[in-house]
């Protein structure tokens, strides 16, 4: 029973961690390059409607649940599964902690704060637009690298779990 649980769990976790990988993707893919093509104001008034409904979608459940699971996943894996399962598990809740969840509160939360704190039509705001794009962009590349390669250790945690069965 608890050896299937942990199985579901990594497959669940393999799954959503390649959901978050791939909305970073579609973000630094066309979305901000979309968004920053559009006249300023448009663009900054989409992207703050964006920072304000993320709070509400199943995205953010994933994103969020995805760090208490890293977590548990790598304790299960340094406590009760083989060395190469465990070392599989560290190293994705490590990219995943680190790559994704603390760029995400250090750089890119800020700086949408700071956009939605802005009256999208004003001088102030489409002076930060330019430096907006180009520096959450370039943060947004590594969140998706970070998502990428937490969902790879993942499943190659899964395979060999498979392969012991």
């Known amino acids: 029973m608890i050896q299937q649980l942990f199985e579901i769990g990594l497959i669940g976790a393999t799954l959503a961690t390649g959901l978050v990988a791939g909305v970073f993707l579609t ?4 979305v901000m390059r979309a968004l920053g ?5 448009a663009g900054i008034g989409a992207m703050q ?7 509400r979608s199943l995205f953010m459940t994933l994103l969020i649940g995805l760090t208490i699971i890293s977590i548990l996943l790598a304790v299960v894996g340094i406590f009760f599964v083989g060395r190469d399962v465990a070392l599989w598990l560290v ?15 250090r750089k ?6 700071r956009l939605d704190s802005m009256e ?23 969140r998706w690298v970070a ?19």
């Open 120 to 142: 999208h039509r004003s001088a102030g705001a489409r002076a930060y637009w330019a430096t907006y794009t180009r520096d959450w962009t370039r943060w947004n590349h590594l």
């Open 37 to 41: 093509r559009a006249e300023p104001a």
């Open 91 to 105: 190293g994705a809740a490590g990219f995943y902690i680190v790559g994704v969840m603390a760029v995400t509160a």
């Open 27 to 30: 973000f630094s893919d066309f």
């Open 108 to 113: 890119n939360v800020p700086m949408n704060q």
């Open 49 to 55: 409607m964006i920072n304000r409904e993320v709070y």
């Open 147 to 165: 998502a990428l390669a937490a969902a790879i250790g993942y499943l190659c945690a899964t395979v060999t779990v498979a392969g012991q069965v």
